[in-house]
């Protein structure tokens, strides 16, 4: 199996801007959207990327989900410290793959997704004020699109000490293509609309550039970041047990609790 990576970033068309970072450090994907006046939501999601790519580059991808803990501690800790960044924090969404198995790490409202079989599935839930009313049933997918608190956060990367990280393993197979993305993609494109773009047959460079060209035709209104991973067949291969096997396990949870109700904190919108 070879694994072709595309991953690419705009500022948008509103912000002044770009908080938002992707690492791309094979086997390990991670895309994270950053918050917090001036300068802070950059530091925020570099921290934090600097941090997961430095312990899992020493430890291996075992220790990813310890990685996004002590990448929470750095990022808390300099906002604490400098006062340049303080409130400053991030969301994170990231994978590692191991042979047929990907480890998912998740925090905020970024977005890991799987497409097979035609269908795209959202692997991740969303840590939002409406993330949470619509799995309460209280919102539809798209009066959240349109919520004026739809950026509030009910978890993130930096707001205290300690953090709660979803941790979750998927099983993968040739034909699948993972995406990850900030909620300047997820927020501008639906996801019916997704999967057409991922169905379309476009490798992953060139869907990475149709997704952020089409978030920003659709008013590109938030920074905009998507990686897609592609699990493609090599000549050897045994073959893919693809097209029959279109359903498949639920993520077995490892750890998933409550996102800390107390905090929402609203991002800035526009400068
Ligand atoms: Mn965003």
Redesign the pocket.
Known sequence: MKINVAAATDIGLVRDHNE?AYLVQEPLYVVA?GMGGHLGGEVASATALETIARIVADEGIGALTDAVRQANRAVYDRQATDVEVAGMGTTLTGVAMEGSKLSVAHVGDSRAYLFRGGKLRLLTQDHSLVGEMVREGNLTEAQARVHPRRSALTRALGISGDIEVDAFEVPVQTGDRIMLC???LSGMIEDRRLQDILKDGNGAAETCSILISEAIANGGL??VTAVIIDLVAEEGDDPASAEADIAFAEPALLSEQRGNRRWFKR?NRKQ
């Open positions: 938002d959207d900030t909620d300047g938030d920074n991002r």
